[in-house]
């Protein structure tokens, strides 16, 4: 159980295109998800934190406009990383958790390379 | 501030040795933990988590933790590695306020040696 499936797994695209990344709760319902970008070698960093109809709470340093984020039932939340530049480049990884306190369950990760 | 501490960047163990991942944090009360494992290119996968009670926790794949308050450790533990255990292993702490995020270790590389 908790599956947690995040689409696509790979991308490549041109500078200056919007990438839009899914997150899917397969098998319970996610009142919260988060999305985290992880750079080579190097542990995750939180970006945002969504709870199913309200908007998306952003760490320190992450721009909201940049990085939109919904999260429109309780078991889907989406990226969208817009005009993506070279920079963005990264290991996107979204996770769903069920309640307060309960463990995040963690998808496999988008790499996103943008050229 | 939480924060976790994985002291070891990366640990070499032959096949079928022992393991311990060493893990300590910095919190106020009693936390939530977890070990977290990533094979390369993928997501993150629970291991075993702490919430209360029996300080030895079991978790997946034969690996199991033991949390002790007086040093602030979350150690985690496997008899006897395999190939495949072959990967970065991730310690995390629940955060204390209503948010319950995860604050992450810098996390540890697991070589196994045939």
């Known amino acids: 159980g908790a599956v947690v499936s995040q689409h696509p797994s790979r991308v490549i695209c041109k500078s200056g295109t919007s990438v839009k990344i899914e997150c899917r709760s397969l098998?319970?319902?996610?009142?919260?998800m988060f999305w985290y970008r992880q750079f080579p070698k190097q542990s995750l960093m939180l970006m945002a934190t969504?709870?199913?109809?309200?908007?998306?709470?952003?760490e320190q340093g992450v721009e909201k406009d940049k990085f939109l984020i919904n999260h429109a039932s309780l078991t889907l939340s989406t990226l969208t990383v817009t005009s993506a530049h070279p920079e963005d480049s990264s290991f996107y990884i979204c996770?769903?958790?069920?309640?307060?306190?309960?463990?995040?369950?963690f998808g496999d990760g988008t790499r996103l390379s943008i050229l | 501030a939480q924060s976790v501490t994985q002291p070891d960047i990366h640990i070499t163990v032959s096949e079928g040795a022992s393991l311990e991942l060493r893990c300590n944090y910095s919190?106020?009360?009693?936390?939530?933990l977890f070990w977290y494992v990533q094979s390369p290119g993928q997501g993150l996968q629970l291991l075993l988590k702490?919430?209360?009670?029996?300080?030895l926790v079991q978790g997946i794949k034969g690996f199991e933790a033991e949390f002790k308050r007086s040093q602030s450790s979350f150690n985690l533990r496997k008899p006897s590695v395999h190939w495949s255990d072959a990967a970065e292993y991730f310690c995390?702490?629940?955060?204390?306020?209503?948010?319950?995020?995860?604050?992450f270790g810098s996390g540890t590389r697991l070589l196994v040696r045939p």
């Open positions: 996770s769903g958790r069920q309640g307060d306190g309960q463990p995040q369950h």
């Open positions: 098998d319970f319902q996610a009142t919260t």
């Open positions: 969504s709870n199913e109809g309200s908007k998306a709470t952003y």
């Open positions: 919190y106020g009360a009693t936390p939530y």
């Open positions: 702490y919430f209360s009670g029996d300080t």
């Open positions: 995390a702490v629940g955060a204390l306020d209503s948010s319950y995020k995860l604050i």
